[in-house]
T-cell receptor
Framework: SQQGEEDPQALSIQEGENATMNCSYK?????LQWYRQNSGRGLVHLIL?????REKHSGRLRVTLDTSKKSSSLLITASRAADTASYFC?????????FGKGTSLLVTP | ETGVTQTPRHLVMGMTNKKSLKCEQH?????MYWYKQSAKKPLELMFV???????ENNSVPSRFSPECPNSSHLFLHLHTLQPEDSALYLC??????????????FGEGSRLTVL
């Protein structure tokens, strides 16, 4: 069953700008994860934030988590054309890691 | 050698064919997964193998048959598929099984087209 839902569905920005994607989920979680997928390829894990964390950084990525609102955001700073991809949030429901439909990010030079 | 390898990367088959997708992981993990990714839909978990236990999504049709001969190899046997089964099939692995709540390691996927 789908747990996370990303917003917006699509985002187009220019190189150097920041990109922000949001995720909402429905039930309580241990952690929330973000993945990236280049067109037609596999998913690559970006970052995991635990339910007792509010913010986490990894390079140009910044993830926030608000468990009271059941929402998370992924910020990519100083975007590059190579950041063009789909981004998914994911949460566990039982044994299953469930993904949303993703945000498609296009970064133009 | 990448951590999770899927073959073939592309497969075209007719509805009466029988084919198999293969996944191999070189990470020493104990659990493997099959996901289906269709256009405009969220990823759908099809099967999980943890050590020798299998968990399946009850909505997966019986024309999909998984096989996990050991912790490093996972197959998805396909027979009498329908055009709506055309999708990207993704294999993933994790260090431990059903109680695991960390990251999954994905292969590059097998793009299946059913004519």
């Amino acid at each position: 069953s789908q747990q996370g839902e990303e917003d917006p569905q699509a985002l187009s920005i220019q190189e150097g700008e920041n990109a922000t994607m949001n995720c909402s989920y429905k039930t309580s979680i241990n952690n929330l994860q973000w993945y990236r997928q280049n067109s037609g390829r596999g998913l690559v894990h970006l970052i995991l934030i635990r339910s007792n964390e509010r913010e986490k950084h990894s390079g140009r990525l910044r993830v926030t988590l608000d468990t009271s609102k059941k929402s998370s955001s992924l910020l990519i700073t100083a975007s590059r054309a190579a950041d063009t991809a789909s981004y998914f949030c994911a949460t566990y429901s039982g044994y299953a890691l469930n993904f949303g439909k993703g945000t498609s990010l296009l970064v133009t030079p | 050698e990448t951590g999770v390898t899927q073959t073939p990367r592309h497969l075209v088959m007719g509805m009466t064919n029988k084919k198999s997708l293969k996944c191999e992981q070189h990470l020493g993990h104990n659990a493997m997964y099959w996901y289906k990714q269709s256009a405009k839909k969220p990823l759908e978990l099809m099967f999980v193998y943890s050590l020798e236990e299998r968990v399946e999504n009850n909505s997966v049709p019986s024309r999909f048959s998984p096989e996990c001969p050991n912790s490093s190899h996972l197959f998805l046997h396909l027979h009498t598929l329908q055009p709506e089964d055309s999708a990207l099939y993704l294999c993933a692995s994790s260090p431990t099984g059903l109680a695991f709540t960390g990251e999954l390691f994905f292969g590059e996927g097998s793009r299946l087209t059913v004519l």
